[in-house]
């Protein structure tokens, strides 16, 4: 025993299948990973309601309805329809509004914990390293798992949420923000797509006009948010009085009053989107068939006292101010055909031009799908439709940037490539510019000038030879070939080249001035050679003594 201790026989290793059946330790990471941060997602509702709810003068419930109203709250950031059921009518009434600011809560937790996730494995000290797939599909089922939880939880509560709505919204969040927190992990890679992607289609992506088109829509896009949120504050300048009259008539307690503030700051991102759609024509539906565009207020809608209501357009025909805002787009379609240009010559105008198209396509399916966002029901009946339909604002962003977007392309390209065109056309025949420019005649003549003697002028005649030297030459020169008869056939000539021409370039100073190079000083023949060792005196040579055996 002591002996196969000492020289350590190693013990017989696990099957393969064992092996393989085993637990990862970095997966179970991945997963607590994604139920933690849907629970930061809920713990901070919840934590927000209890403490409106415990400040509240007058509140309706418990702490469990409370609670109960945070996981709906939670649900509803990721698009999920609440349904009301205590209405004066009795008709059970949707909510389907989404606060988009309150959206950004659950995507940033989410894209924080597959990017952890992803970090967390980096192959030292016999770390696990898992694919991509893996950390996705690992933080994604943690994730869902505790949504499941809160949509059972939330049922019983005063909005419960709908099940088939929070069945397909809750994981669409999930996933887009769990793929762009491990695709920013990875160091947000753009190679190939896939091999199962047909081979045009991977072909066609692989072209620089579809990264260009997209940069393009997205300038478009934020041009038209950015156009839409300062109508919105303009509005807001504009209707102060009445914002102001709404804010303090909803509550009177600083409570209520926090909370309205909180509700209004998360819907102003969806305010930016319905003045963006206010802009390009469509407008917005405000329910009961009441309708607000820019070419007047149709319509009298029956709206709750809230202080972004407030700041809607005045009902009636259009005016002057209202039409104006139609510049907005104009501005959308000329940041599309700017971004939409490429920085090269070989680049055709059609391929610019199909580019700044493909760019008002993408605008356009980016603006209908914010605009999708940030509408739904509000109600039943006459609130079924509340916001922009989506449809019509992706329609109207495509025409209102297509039209500016493709003539400012190609004018901008033909800009750009202006001074290669120019060049092109003042040197259409020259071959060589470094032999053809003058240049090279200029230099050898600045160092024949500074050398002086050493290089002779080849652009003289050389000098005439004496008179017997010619003779000399005449006489040891061969006979002239024999004279070609008229019958034979005429030996094709090369046509004469054309002279080069020469530019001179004036105010061109070389100093070609020869440097002196030191001399090494050399030694005189006649000297003696230092021997290799130094000479020895005074030393004493022993005799050799043979060995005694």
């Known amino acids: 025993m002591t002996q196969v201790t000492e020289r350590g026989t190693p013990l017989p290793t696990a099957p393969r299948a064992a092996a393989g059946r085993r637990r990862s330790p970095a997966a179970a990471a991945c997963v607590l990973g994604g139920a933690v941060a849907a629970g930061l997602g809920l713990g901070f509702l919840a934590v927000l309601v209890i403490v409106l709810w415990i400040s509240s003068p007058y509140p ?58 992803s970090a967390s494995g980096d192959g030292g000290d016999g770390d696990e390293v898992l694919p991509a797939s893996a950390i996705f599909s690992a933080v994604t089922c943690g994730y869902l798992s505790v949504g499941s939880l809160a949509t059972v939880y939330a049922a019983a509560g005063p909005m419960p949420a709908d099940p088939l709505s929070a069945a397909w919204h809750v994981p669409l969040v999930a996933v887009l923000a769990a793929a762009g927190g491990v695709w920013a992990a990875k160091g947000r890679p753009v190679g190939p797509l896939p091999h199962w992607v047909p081979g045009a289609v991977r072909r066609a992506a692989a072209r620089p006009r579809y990264p260009l088109a997209l940069r393009a829509g997205a300038a478009g896009a934020l041009m038209l948010l950015g156009g839409g949120a300062l109508l919105v504050g303009a509005s807001l300048a504009w209707h102060a009085a009445e914002v102001q009259a709404s804010f303090l008539a909803l509550t009177g307690v600083w409570s209520g009053r926090f909370a309205v503030l909180l509700l209004s700051l998360a819907l102003l991102p969806n305010a930016m989107v319905w003045g963006a759609a206010y802009s390009l024509g469509p407008g917005f539906a405000l329910g009961a068939g009441a309708t607000a565009t820019p070419l007047g207020f149709a319509g009298s809608p029956a709206l709750p006292s809230f202080p972004l209501l407030a700041a809607l357009p005045p009902e009636g025909p259009r005016t ?69 339909v989506w449809w019509a604002v992706g329609a109207a962003a495509f025409a209102w940037t297509l039209l500016p977007a493709v003539p400012v392309a190609v004018a901008v390209h033909s800009w750009r490539t202006r001074p290669a065109r120019q060049a092109d056309a003042l040197a259409p025949d020259a071959d060589d510019e470094w032999h053809d420019s003058g240049v090279r005649e200029l230099r050898w003549e600045a160092l024949r000038r500074a050398a002086g003697a050493l290089v002779p002028d080849l652009t003289q005649d050389p000098p005439q030879d004496p008179p017997q030297a010619q003779a000399q030459a005449q006489a040891q020169a061969p006979a002239p070939a024999e004279p070609v008869p008229a019958s034979a056939e005429p030996v094709p000539v090369a046509a004469p080249k054309p002279p080069r021409r020469l530019t001179v370039v004036t105010g061109i100073h070389l100093d070609l001035t020869p440097v002196p190079v030191p001399t090494v000083p050399t030694k005189p023949a006649d000297a003696t050679p230092l021997p290799l060792v130094a000479a020895v005196a005074d030393a004493r040579v022993l005799p050799r003594r043979k060995p005694q055996e």
């Open 60 to 117: 309706d419930s418990g702490p469990g309805g409370a609670l109960h109203l945070a996981a709906g709250l939670w649900l509803l950031a990721h698009g999920t329809e609440l349904v009301r059921y205590d209405t004066l009518s009795g008709v059970p009434a949707p909510v389907g509004v989404i606060p988009l600011l309150l959206v950004a809560l659950p995507a940033l937790l989410m894209r924080r914990a597959a990017r952890l996730g």
């Open 320 to 388: 002057l101010l209202t039409c104006a805002t139609t510049g907005v787009p104009l501005l959308a379609g000329l940041a599309v055909g700017w971004f939409a240009v490429r920085r090269a010559r070989e680049v055709s105008y059609r391929e610019t031009a199909l580019t700044a198209a493909l760019g008002a396509l993408v605008c356009a399916l980016l603006m209908a799908g914010l605009a999708a966002a940030s509408s739904g029901p509000l109600g039943s009946r006459g609130l079924a439709s509340f916001g922009p």
